[in-house]
């Protein structure tokens, strides 16, 4: 089959690669429909993350057809369309009981390696180096999907592929950021990053109740989406005092929640000292939301790319009385209830691919999303 491959000097190719086939019993091979790309994504081509090794397929948004069925899967039959958590989480260890599949010890092909980095092994992803799952991506004709039960879930007839596709990633991932920080009715919530993953943040804390959203970005194009599309209200980083607007805008005591949905070290402000230490730069979405959150208040952080932060305010943290919390998706827990919203139209994703490309094309898909010669959200692949 055709996959985009990662190249031996990091550049990005398709090339033919050997159809994934059943390795157990749990698994599903779907056929795919639409893949996508994810900011998640970008550390990776700018190499401030381990890279993977050549000849591994990329992706991890994704949607299609079940065509082959391991014999212990109960929820699936040949022909569902499915879409697939971008995570990996096998149902049924300690933390994928209580309610943290990405949290899971039995989803990712290298647990020592992720143990290494983060002091416990994780969940993996689809698309991402042996470190970080090493199960083969979406950019592809075919994927294998281990425990099939877990993550992955029949679509809604009523719900099209385009809004669908944002239930692997991007909508369980707003979600957290928005449940995770709490959003009580009433609430005043700001997001930093106006990308797929903070728009759906600021949608999801409108369906949690929130008085006011407010979506920081210095992209115009992006901004103007979270105003059209979301309703949030939004700030240009770029020729505002983000703090003190946010005052402004809280009736002069800060957000009650802040969730930080901002790109990692990308293209963009990227020092080849960052690149180096997996350091980000300054002025850090975190660090300003630690600064900017009411006292009492929470901040969610999202963006897992950044390895480490300089300068943390921990006393910020402390004086201020912060819960400061993060999180990968969990999506295996959230999508049925983000798909039962699509379908009841309450949550509106399609805007969110701004291109389309075969998947032969795929490289110029990332070189747009990075290079942001014009504004690229998500490019979205169709293999078929
Ligand atoms: N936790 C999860 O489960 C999960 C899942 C998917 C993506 N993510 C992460 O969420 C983040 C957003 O994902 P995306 O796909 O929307 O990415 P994206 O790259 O499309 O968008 C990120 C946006 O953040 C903005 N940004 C960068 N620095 C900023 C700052 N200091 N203040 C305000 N905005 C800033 C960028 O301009 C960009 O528009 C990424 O870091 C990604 O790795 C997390
Ligand atoms: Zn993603
Ligand atoms: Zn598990």
Redesign the pocket.
């Known amino acids: 089959m055709r996959a985009l491959c990662w190249g031996t000097g990091g550049e990005l190719a398709v090339r033919q690669v050997p159809d994934p086939e059943l390795r157990n019993d749990h698994d599903v091979i779907v056929r795919v429909r639409l893949s996508a790309t994810?900011?998640?994504d970008?550390p990776l081509l700018a190499g401030t993350v381990p890279a993977p090794t050549a000849g591994e397929v990329l992706g991890h948004e994704f949607l299609g057809d079940v065509v082959e069925v391991g014999a212990g899967v109960r929820r699936h039959r040949i022909g569902d369309r499915v879409v697939v958590c971008?995570s990996v989480a096998c149902g049924a260890c300690w933390y994928c009981r209580r309610g943290l599949p990405?949290c899971c010890d039995n989803g990712s092909t290298d647990p020592t390696a992720s143990e290494a980095e983060w002091g416990h092994p994780v969940a993996g992803c689809f698309g991402h180096p042996r470190s970080a799952g090493g199960f083969a991506g979406s950019h592809a004709e075919y994927v294998r999907v281990p425990y099939a039960d877990v993550g992955a879930f029949a679509v809604p007839e009523s719900v099209d592929d385009d809004r669908a596709l944002f239930a692997s990633?991007?909508a369980?991932?707003g979600w957290?950021g928005a449940e995770g920080g709490e959003v009580r009715p009433g609430d005043v919530v700001a997001v930093?990053?106006?990308?797929?993953?903070?728009q759906l943040a600021a949608r999801s804390a409108w369906l949690l109740g929130a008085e006011r959203v407010i979506v920081?970005?210095?992209?115009p194009a992006?901004l103007q989406m979270a105003r059209h599309h979301v309703g949030a209200e939004t700030i240009d980083?770029r020729d505002t005092d983000v703090t003190a607007r946010l005052r402004e805008l809280s009736g002069g005591r800060g957000p009650d929640v802040c969730v930080e949905?901002?790109?990692?070290p990308?293209g963009?402000n990227l020092s080849l000292a960052d690149r180096f230490t997996g350091r980000t730069r300054a002025?850090?979405?975190v660090r300003?939301a630690v600064y900017a959150c009411r006292k009492g208040g929470s901040v969610f952080v999202?963006?897992?790319?950044v390895r480490r932060v300089d300068a943390f305010p921990t006393g910020t943290v402390v004086h201020k009385a912060l819960t400061v919390r993060g999180?990968?998706?969990h999506g295996q827990r959230h999508i049925p209830m983000l798909l039962e919203r699509m379908a009841r139209d309450e949550l509106r994703t399609e805007h969110l691919a701004t291109h389309r490309f075969c998947l032969d094309r795929a490289a110029e898909g990332y070189a747009l999303?990075r290079d942001r010669p014009e504004e690229c959200?998500r490019a979205v692949f169709v293999p078929h």
């Open positions: 994810c900011g998640a970008l971008a990405s990633d991007a369980p991932a957290l930093w990053g106006a990308g797929a993953v903070g920081v970005d210095r992209h992006r980083r949905a901002a790109g990692g990308a963009e002025p850090d979405a300003e999202l963006n897992g790319g999180g990968r998706q999303m959200v």
